[in-house]
């Protein structure tokens, strides 16, 4: 059974930065593609980076530039690099996988894509 866990978030200032990682659990990830996501309260979820087996990455425009996403396969982790915090960054944060190919996604940002969801962890920005 395929999970994925979260880590790293936390509280920090407006400007400051936080790594969140993403362990899967019961599948080597050996292809198909990860990404991240989030959820503020009374919003929908939305696609915040995406990363695909072979390096092939997108971010979302809100955080390009201060977000990174990446991976490490060898340890079955992805992570997410956050840096130069806003508050309007506060939310749940979320990893999700699909088995699907890069070039399969209609768009590697839209939370329907994913098949495989983390617990979430939350990052919350004060100014």
């Known amino acids: 059974q395929v999970q994925l866990v979260e880590s790293g978030g936390g509280s920090v200032q407006s400007g400051g930065s936080l790594r969140l990682s993403c362990s899967v659990v019961?599948?080597?990830?050996?292809?198909?593609?990860m990404g991240w996501f989030r959820q503020a309260p009374g919003k929908e979820r939305e696609g915040v980076a995406a990363?695909?087996?072979?390096?092939?990455?997108r971010h979302a425009d809100s955080v390009k530039g201060r977000f990174t996403i990446s991976q490490d396969n060898a340890k079955n982790t992805l992570y997410l690099q956050m840096n130069s915090l806003k508050p309007e960054d506060t939310a749940m944060y979320y990893c999700?996988?699909?088995?699907?190919?890069?070039?399969?996604?209609?768009?590697?940002?839209?939370?329907?894509?994913?098949?495989?969801w983390g617990q979430g962890t939350q990052v919350t920005v004060s100014s």
């Open positions: 019961g599948y080597t990830y050996s292809s198909g593609c």
């Open positions: 999700a996988l699909t088995y699907r190919l890069w070039w399969i996604l209609r768009d590697p940002l839209r939370a329907n894509e994913y098949n495989y």
């Open positions: 990363i695909a087996f072979d390096g092939r990455l």
